[in-house]
């Protein structure tokens, strides 16, 4: 029951939420009961039908409108006199400026990215308005405060980056069926239906051995007297066949492992496979979702497919995919939510790793591989968004000792599931609270202004309408209203080397970058590296100066004990603290756990390796089998072993 202050403090404030679906559901209800009276709440998206079991302000009928629209017409039903204002728009429109999160008294973030985060973030940062920010991900769950001037930033932290498979692994040595996903989704997937111009690590070769860039027959390319089921048996054919029978030809690969079998439909199907795989075509109607399962008569997705299922449902997708779907051909990108896109990925993972002796799995499995996705827990969600109401009441109050980071753990310790934490003040070199500028190690000579603006500014820095500067000159700029000559004009210098632009970019130089939108900028020293190491940075560039302050000073301490976890995750204090707080070395000050509000938001990434380099210390292969694929920390069910296990 709320005091008397807290009512007037609820009763007066107004409140900004941002996402309306698991937590956002629960928090406006939450809200809404607790006496809050004025609400505004933004989400981007219309309500879909595997939202329906969590989203409880939601109903099949509701199925396509606006998510934010029809939570507040289910939460006005039991409280119809309190305002609530919906918004179904994107976070990063312009219109949500500084100005209106000034309006708000505080703002609490119910999202399901990193990126709309980080936006808020830095308009919270400006505007100084507090935020409460969330995550859950299955039975896990945290609450973070951020408090300008009080507290760390939702960015004074690094975040934890997407995992990554190197590419030689992904492309001719899986070992895990993970690795046969990534391999069709983010290649060939992305081959057969994405944007043709974009770089792929898909061999492609010509069915006569040479390489398709010597060649003038791309596979890939439908002929036009090619019809769909002899293309789709052709890629079958060439993907499944020819390029294992390439691989194998590379004797140094297999000395050390099982050798893969290359397949062929005329194996693997029976003959008379084309007729049976299209005489089930009038099954699927024009208004049906377009399915290979469907027209093929499979109906259970936890079902695990055959090799010559599988290899059926390949050649339907593929086959579905030009004569239903030739318009999406060469702009999609794999979605979970896309059924035919979810089938076609399925088949040719179990395919693939059934060439390289890799168990199957049934398209509910794949799917949540590929989709990277966690099950929700509806319970999380309800808990997470009572202890944001909770923060948010403190803040309206002006209460700021009393602060918590709360983070729910699946398996409670000490017999605690909530696990609350005193907020961790700001992290003085994090480039967005504080002024710190960072450091670029960059060959000023060879990279080109698009690998910084794409890299550096866009993929680490998260602006979208970035403004470049160096001193007073304006070296590039992006985003909506230019004028059509300066974008062509901003076109052909992105192709310019650093050093050789209008003001060159040299060792020493100081860059400002910064996204009016975001109200955010900050400044990069230039350092010119003439050399990177490919396997180890990638990027060919390197962005320092942004150091988690776990890496110097703080340390778990727990009991008088002090530990060498320099970053410590929720469960490693779990497993070594007695305490619900943890105090920093200096007394005092009490340190925050990690972030594991992204872990959900990870997408399986691939990086390049060298083929050699198996057995090495560092090197990736290595890596990656000991670190088993795993996004997640978590305990052992057992309390005496304590052991580390890990949630795929
Ligand atoms: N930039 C943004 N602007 C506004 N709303 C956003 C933005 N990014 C994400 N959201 C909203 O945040 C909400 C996050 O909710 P949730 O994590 O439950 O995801 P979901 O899309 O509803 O479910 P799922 O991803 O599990 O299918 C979504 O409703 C989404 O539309
Ligand atoms: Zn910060």
């Given at each position: 029951m709320a005091s008397g202050s807290q009512l007037e403090a609820i009763k007066r404030a107004k409140v900004l939420m941002v996402g309306a679906g698991g937590i956002g559901c629960e928090l406006l209800k939450t809200l809404a009961l607790s006496g809050f009276r004025d609400i505004y709440i933004i989400d981007m998206d219309t309500i879909e039908v595997s939202n329906l079991n969590r989203q409880f302000?939601?109903?099949?009928?509701?199925?396509?409108?606006s998510k934010a629209k029809v939570a507040r017409d289910a939460v006005l039903k039991f409280r119809p006199h309190i305002n609530i204002t919906p918004c179904h728009a994107n976070?990063?429109?312009?219109?949500?400026?500084v100005e209106f999160f000034k309006k708000f008294n505080v703002v609490l973030n119910g999202l399901d990215n990193l990126d709309a985060r980080r936006h808020v973030n830095r308009l919270c940062l400006a505007a100084e308005v507090p935020l409460v920010e969330s995550g859950t991900t299955g039975f896990l769950g945290q609450v973070t405060v951020h408090v300008k001037g009080k507290t760390e930033c939702y960015e004074c932290q690094p975040k934890p980056t997407p995992k990554t498979y190197p590419v030689c692994t992904i492309?001719?040595?899986?070992?895990?069926f993970v690795h046969c996903i990534v391999w069709a989704k983010d290649l060939l997937f992305a081959k057969l239906?994405?944007?043709?111009n974009q770089e792929n690590?898909?061999?492609?070769?010509?069915?006569?051995?040479?390489?398709s860039t010597n060649h003038t027959?791309?596979?890939?390319e439908r002929r036009t007297d090619e019809d769909p089921e002899q293309y789709a048996c052709k890629i079958y054919d060439h993907v499944f066949g020819y390029n294992i029978e390439v691989a194998l030809t590379n004797e140094e690969t297999w000395k050390s492992r099982n050798k893969p079998r290359p397949l062929y439909v005329r194996d693997v199907l029976p003959d008379n496979l084309i007729q049976q795989n299209g005489s089930?075509?009038?099954?699927?109607?024009?208004?049906?979702?377009?399915s290979s399962m469907s027209s093929l008569g499979l109906?259970?997705?936890?079902d695990i497919w055959s090799l010559s299922e599988n290899s059926k449902i390949f050649l339907e997708a593929l086959r579905l995919f030009i004569e239903r779907r030739q318009k999406d051909i060469g702009n999609l990108t794999f979605d979970k939510d896309d059924q035919l896109a979810v089938e076609f990925v399925t088949a040719a993972a179990n395919i693939r790793a059934s060439s390289f002796g890799i168990p199957l799995h049934s398209l509910f499995e794949a799917k949540g591989i590929a989709g990277n996705i966690v099950h929700a827990v509806a319970t999380t969600n309800a808990i997470i968004a009572g202890l944001i109401v909770i923060e948010a009441i403190k803040i309206l109050q002006g209460?700021?000792?009393?602060l918590r980071m709360t983070y729910c753990l699946e398996h409670p310790s000490r017999k605690m599931l909530l696990m609350p934490v005193q907020p961790f003040e700001a992290?003085?070199?994090c480039y967005v609270c504080s002024e710190t500028p960072l450091l670029l190690e960059i060959n000023t000579r060879t990279s080109k202004l698009r690998d910084f603006v794409e890299?550096?500014?866009?993929?680490?820095?998260?602006?979208?309408?970035p403004l470049i500067m160096h001193g007073s000159t304006l070296i590039f700029e992006a985003g909506d209203g230019l004028e059509e000559d300066v974008v062509a004009n901003y076109a052909l210098i992105l192709d310019k080397a650093l050093a050789e632009l209008p003001a060159p970019v040299t060792s020493g130089t100081v860059l400002t970058v910064e996204d009016l939108h975001q109200e955010f900028s900050c400044n990069i020293n230039i350092k010119h590296r003439?050399?990177?190491?490919?396997?180890?940075?990638p990027d060919g560039m390197v962005l320092a100066?942004?150091?988690?302050?776990?890496?110097k000073d703080a340390r778990i301490v727990s009991n008088g004990e002090s530990t060498s976890a320099a970053h410590p995750a929720v469960t490693e204090m779990v497993e070594k603290s007695d305490d619900v707080e943890i105090a920093r070395e200096k007394p005092g000050t009490k340190r925050k756990l990690s972030e594991m509000s992204e872990m959900i938001d990870h997408v399986h990434d691939i990086k390049p390796c060298s083929?050699?380099?198996?057995?090495?210390?560092?090197?990736p292969q290595e890596v990656e089998d000991n670190d088993d694929d795993d996004d997640i920390v978590i305990l052992d069910e057992n309390p005496e072993t304590r052991k580390k296990k890990r949630l795929q």
């Open positions: 302000l939601f109903r099949q009928s509701h199925v396509g409108q976070i990063k429109d312009p219109e949500f400026d492309t001719s040595t899986p070992s895990k239906f994405g944007d043709k690590d898909l061999n492609v070769r010509s069915s006569d051995g040479t390489n027959e791309d596979v890939f089930l075509e009038n099954s699927v109607t024009e208004e049906s979702v377009v109906k259970n997705p936890q209460d700021f000792e009393n992290n003085k070199s890299k550096i500014v866009k993929n680490k820095l998260g602006m979208h309408s003439e050399e990177f190491d490919e396997e180890k940075e100066g942004w150091i988690a302050p776990t890496q083929s050699h380099d198996v057995g090495d210390q560092v090197h």
